[in-house]
């Protein structure tokens, strides 16, 4: 068995793959807990249109703060004078960053799912899923947003 060094370009996908499958699964979870009345939601109506209002600012806030904060540590990247592994790290970063608000934004409307028996929620738990599906790191991607070369990558 020899110890080469693992694409940083699959690493990416495989933390991506996981933050995704993590979201999706909890998600399927919550929906059978509820559904099955495994777990009676004990929210009463004012609590719901609250969680509603929370949910929808923080969704909204995680997806905007995401993308400006991933921009503006991507321009920062791109600009930089480093070798190439070093700039898919910094990617990496960024992209962490990005993902985990979304994630968490996700998590947050599916315990309020969990909660209060809401389907709204789901449907923005949806939403949030589709918006990080978008944000699949596939290597010609990356290249792009990074401005990087087939021989600025080769051997990585």
Known sequence: MTNQPTSPFRDMQVLYRRLLYAQIVFGIIAFLLVQF??????????LDRLLQVIAVLYSFAAVI???????RRLETIR????????KLGRYRGASLVQWSLLESASIFCTICYLI?????FLGLTLTILVIFGGLNP???????????????????
Do not use: C, Y
């Open 37 to 46: 009345n495994i777990i009676v939601p004990p929210a009463d109506v004012p």
């Open 65 to 71: 703060v995401g993308i400006q904060l991933f921009r």
């Open 116 to 120: 209060t028996g809401n389907w709204a």
């Open 79 to 86: 600009d930089g004078k480093e070798h190439a592994r070093e």
């Open 138 to 156: 596939f290597k010609h991607k990356v290249m792009i947003q990074l401005r990087l070369s087939d021989q600025d990558v080769a051997g990585i």
